[in-house]
């Protein structure tokens, strides 16, 4: 028999009951709680896949620093990819050897509503590829569909889950808080993210009925960024210009070059000091 592998991309903006970034900034009195909240919800996915009879389960760790989750507490079957720098991001690990994705505590694009939205820096107004506008969940599922996997879940706020069905037909959506507002939620007792986490996984897991979500080929990226300064180190890429004010664009021939792209322009564009 055919073994199978589950690859799960765990972010923290979108985790049951963290309504603020006083869960998710590693320098702030929260932080421990959500690590601990973090945790909890990946193994109650862990422990789905493998009651569905998964063989293997690789976690990555997909926040800020990426060593979030806490390797003395996550289920002792999974394996879990942690720290930076990674090659690949929030999609490390990921290839045609998964034969399905699950997205965790993932959260809407910038400039939408949801709690605590971005697109991966707050440098970022928008992501596009072929002039779509895209989130963290656009661009790590147009990856997953490179390599021929299918994102089945995503967990997060009610704005993460509309975001997600409009992109992914048949994805199965666990929506553990509603947005109040960006730093604001109706958030559920632990035993209720709980039930509806693992609902939503024996769901994904017993159909598998999400619909890939192909990339075009040779795809252009498009990022715009908040001001022209941010815009100028970007372009520091080769293959890249600054086109339409602040917006940087790179010609890929992929989209994991165009991924790998992305992480080099928003991790420049950080150099940039507003008040300069």
Avoid at 109 to 126: E, I, K, L, N, Y
């Amino acid at each position: 028999m055919q073994k199978m592998k589950l690859w799960v991309s765990v972010d923290m903006e979108g985790i049951n009951g963290l309504p603020d970034d006083t869960f998710v900034d590693s320098s702030k009195y929260n932080y421990t709680r959500g690590q601990r909240i973090m945790t909890q919800e990946a193994n109650w996915v862990v422990e789905e896949a493998f009651r569905a009879g998964y063989d293997e389960v690789i976690l990555n760790d997909s926040h800020s620093k990426m060593n979030n989750l806490l390797v003395e507490d996550i289920h002792p079957q999974a394996k879990l990819i942690s720290g930076d720098v990674k090659p690949m991001s929030m999609v490390q690990g990921l290839d045609e050897s998964a034969d399905a994705a699950v997205f965790l505590g993932y959260h809407s694009r910038a400039g939408q509503p949801g709690v605590m939205s971005h697109s991966m820096t707050a440098g970022v107004r928008h992501f596009k590829i072929n002039d779509q506008i895209i989130g963290e969940f656009g661009f790590n599922a147009y990856v997953a569909g490179y390599y021929g996997v299918p994102v089945i879940l995503v967990s997060g706020d009610d704005q993460i889950a509309a975001e997600a069905a409009q992109l992914i037909d048949g994805i199965e959506t666990a929506i553990v808080k509603e947005a109040v507002s960006r730093s604001s939620a109706i958030v559920y007792s632990l035993a209720e993210s709980e039930r509806i986490v693992r609902e939503a996984a024996e769901k994904a897991f017993s159909g598998n009925k999400a619909v890939l979500l192909t990339p075009p080929e040779k795809p252009v990226l498009k990022i715009e960024f908040c001001n022209y300064g941010q815009a100028e180190w970007a372009s520091m890429i080769p293959k890249s210009k600054i086109v339409e004010e602040t917006t940087v664009e790179f010609q890929a021939d992929t989209i994991v070059e165009a991924y790998q792209a992305m992480i080099a322009m928003t991790e420049l564009a950080m150099k940039c000091a507003f008040s300069s």
